[in-house]
């Protein structure tokens, strides 16, 4: 290679500085790195060292002019003694004056008589030093101290580049990590399963196992936890052994909001084989203003092979807001369950000369009230029957049920008939200025002396009924009527048949019927329907009704709306319930 004084080492530099800013890996960059000050004039061997943040020797790398790479393990302890005392970004050593000790080391190791040591030293990005290294064996004056400064200045920035790019490779699998973690614990809204969730997607991407605990304080318990290795056994609920684990968690609960979180710490021999780790980090899971609980992340490596603390928290916030929407939605659907069945009869009357049965199947799955209702109630010397749908759902479309189930009922009780109770309703509503729409139906029975049931229908907008004959003939008398609550004058549609001994009459809302499958036919034009009324015409009216309303469920491909069926059968006399 030309002197550096001359254009020569301008272009060796040169060559260099594209060599390093193309190496995609620091090993590449090492490579270049040795090859380039192999070119110096009187270099007979070039190394590298990187050191931690303490001082501990990372990565250590040595070549001679000859290509060889000889067992230099005791000249580095020494250079790195010399290292961890000097610092200078070019520090120039004259070895059989500075340090005598290892000039026969260095002749001896490196094949040559080295007598100046030459080190560059810049710190590496994210931390910790690098080391580069070049023996000679003349002079100073051989290699000028410039040029083996401009090989470090390359170096500096070369490093600065690779670690640019894994800063961003880093934040881009964080921030895919991330995405990925929130969509896969919102996909969940059953507690358990969000919980089996959170942990499954820490590991083996963020730790090598995860515990997951719930409660505050001296209530914590564990609920659920993961390890990479499957056969671990983990710690379990109630583990005298691991009080002191319980104990750390319990702390971390009452450690005030803004506390940093995710730090590690090493942990014994004895709790690491526990647990299997050598170090944990715990973060506390905090949602809307509440401790939920803590997660434990357990990593089987060193404290200084961990990932960046941020990423933990940002992780556990996630959940956290997973996990709380999880126990909302489940005390939702518990408040919802017990509206609705307050909506809905907690039994039907046992009446002389009829069975009856009622089936309701909820179609909403976000968890809103629906306002379908139904009843039967006594009615002069037979029954009323009752359904009716209110327009929406929620909590006010459900005051609006509960409201018109109990006025048809008390009305009927007192013997009005189904048209007067349905027009004392279309009142009340339009006097209370509801928005809301309401549709219903009343047939009003009693048993003839011929025997079977005389039926009086009263329809208000509400869907016509289906009677099924005995003889497995289906037919739909007339509904018809104005929805109720849109107009002063009530209007309603008045018809009447007899039922006889074995025929069913069936009132349901428009779920049943409307239930749509995939190319937007409804259920009431389907052969499903048509066979099921025929094959079940003789089963008890509880199984007809239960099945009606189980297959339109599983006909309907579109629409969540709720369905109700209620059935009554004429009987012979003496007869009731089923």
């Given at each position: 290679m030309s002197h550096p004084d001359d254009g020569g080492w301008a272009d060796a530099l040169h060559q260099l500085w594209t060599a390093a800013t193309a190496a995609a890996d620091p090993g590449a960059l090492d490579v270049a790195l040795l090859a380039a000050l192999l070119e110096l004039p009187g270099v007979f061997a070039a190394g590298t060292i990187t050191q931690d943040r303490k001082g501990r020797t990372e990565h250590v790398s040595w070549v001679n002019r000859g290509g060889g790479q000889n067992s230099t393990a005791a000249l580095f302890r020494d250079i790195e003694q010399v290292v961890s005392r000097r610092h200078s970004p070019v520090l120039i050593i004259d070895l059989g004056r500075d340090v005598p000790e290892l000039t026969a080391l260095a002749a001896t190791t490196l094949d040559h008589p080295a007598s100046t040591l030459f080190i560059g030293g810049f710190a590496r990005p994210g931390g910790g030093t690098a080391h580069l290294l070049v023996t000679v064996a003349g002079g100073c004056d051989a290699t000028p101290a410039g040029s083996f400064a401009q090989v470090v200045d390359v170096a500096r920035t070369a490093g600065e580049r690779l670690a640019g790019q894994a800063l961003i490779e880093e934040t881009r699998n964080r921030d895919a990590l991330l995405a990925e973690a929130s969509l896969q614990m919102d996909a969940e809204l059953d507690a358990p399963q969000t919980l089996q969730r959170v942990a499954r997607m820490v590991v083996p991407a963020v730790a090598d196992g995860c515990l997951v605990y719930l409660g505050h304080g001296d209530t914590v318990r564990l609920i659920t936890g993961v390890h990479v290795d499957a056969h671990r056994q983990l710690p379990v609920a109630g583990d005298r052994d691991m009080q002191w684990l319980r104990d750390l968690v319990g702390r971390a609960t009452a450690e005030p909001p803004g506390t940093p979180g995710g730090a590690a710490r090493e942990l014994s021999p004895a709790a690491g084989l526990a647990v299997g780790a050598q170090a944990l980090a715990?973060?506390?899971?905090?949602?809307?203003?509440?401790?939920?609980?803590?997660?434990?992340?357990?990593?089987?490596?060193?404290?200084?092979?961990?990932?960046?603390?941020?990423?933990?928290?940002?992780?556990?916030?996630?959940?956290?807001?997973?996990?709380?929407?999880?126990?909302?939605?489940?005390?939702?659907?518990?408040?919802?369950?017990?509206?609705?069945?307050?909506?809905?009869?907690?039994?039907?009357?046992?009446?002389?000369?009829?069975?009856?049965?009622?089936?309701?199947?909820?179609?909403?799955?976000?968890?809103?009230?629906?306002?379908?209702?139904?009843?039967?109630?006594?009615?002069?010397?037979?029954?009323?029957?009752?359904?009716?749908?209110?327009?929406?759902?929620?909590?006010?479309?459900?005051?609006?049920?509960?409201?018109?189930?109990?006025?048809?009922?008390?009305?009927?009780?007192?013997?009005?008939?189904?048209?007067?109770?349905?027009?004392?309703?279309?009142?009340?509503?339009?006097?209370?200025?509801?928005?809301?729409?309401?549709?219903?139906?009343?047939?009003?029975?009693?048993?003839?002396?011929?025997?079977?049931?005389?039926?009086?229908?009263?329809?208000?907008?509400?869907?016509?009924?289906?009677?099924?004959?005995?003889?497995?003939?289906?037919?739909?008398?007339?509904?018809?009527?104005?929805?109720?609550?849109?107009?002063?004058?009530?209007?309603?549609?008045?018809?009447?048949?007899?039922?006889?001994?074995?025929?069913?009459?069936?009132?349901?809302?428009?779920?049943?019927?409307?239930?749509?499958?995939?190319?937007?036919?409804?259920?009431?034009?389907?052969?499903?329907?048509?066979?099921?009324?025929?094959?079940?015409?003789?089963?008890?009216?509880?199984?007809?009704?239960?099945?009606?309303?189980?297959?339109?469920?599983?006909?309907?491909?579109?629409?969540?709306?709720?369905?109700?069926?209620?059935?009554?059968?004429?009987?012979?006399?003496?007869?009731?319930?089923?």
């Open positions: 715990t973060t506390v899971l905090r949602a809307r203003g509440r401790v939920l609980g803590v997660l434990v992340f357990l990593f089987d490596r060193a404290v200084d092979r961990l990932p960046d603390p941020a990423l933990l928290v940002d992780l556990t916030r996630r959940a956290a807001l997973a996990i709380d929407n999880a126990e909302l939605y489940e005390q939702r659907r518990r408040d919802v369950m017990t509206l609705q069945s307050h909506l809905l009869p907690t039994g039907l009357p046992v009446l002389d000369g009829v069975t009856t049965a009622a089936a309701y199947a909820v179609g909403d799955q976000i968890l809103e009230v629906g306002g379908d209702f139904y009843d039967i109630v006594p009615h002069g010397t037979g029954g009323a029957a009752m359904i009716g749908d209110v327009c929406g759902r929620g909590v006010a479309a459900a005051a609006l049920t509960g409201m018109a189930r109990h006025t048809l009922g008390t009305l009927l009780r007192d013997g009005a008939s189904g048209e007067r109770a349905l027009s004392r309703l279309n009142a009340a509503l339009r006097r209370d200025g509801s928005w809301r729409f309401v549709t219903g139906a009343v047939a009003t029975f009693c048993p003839t002396a011929r025997g079977g049931l005389a039926v009086r229908l009263a329809s208000a907008g509400h869907p016509a009924p289906l009677v099924v004959r005995a003889s497995g003939r289906v037919s739909r008398p007339g509904g018809g009527g104005l929805l109720l609550g849109v107009r002063d004058r009530a209007g309603i549609g008045r018809s009447q048949l007899r039922l006889a001994v074995g025929d069913t009459l069936l009132l349901f809302t428009d779920g049943l019927t409307e239930a749509r499958d995939g190319d937007g036919a409804m259920f009431e034009d389907s052969v499903v329907l048509a066979d099921a009324l025929v094959r079940l015409r003789a089963a008890p009216v509880a199984v007809l009704v239960e099945n009606l309303c189980r297959l339109a469920v599983e006909f309907r491909r579109s629409g969540a709306d709720d369905i109700a069926v209620l059935g009554v059968r004429a009987a012979d006399e003496g007869d009731a319930g089923e």
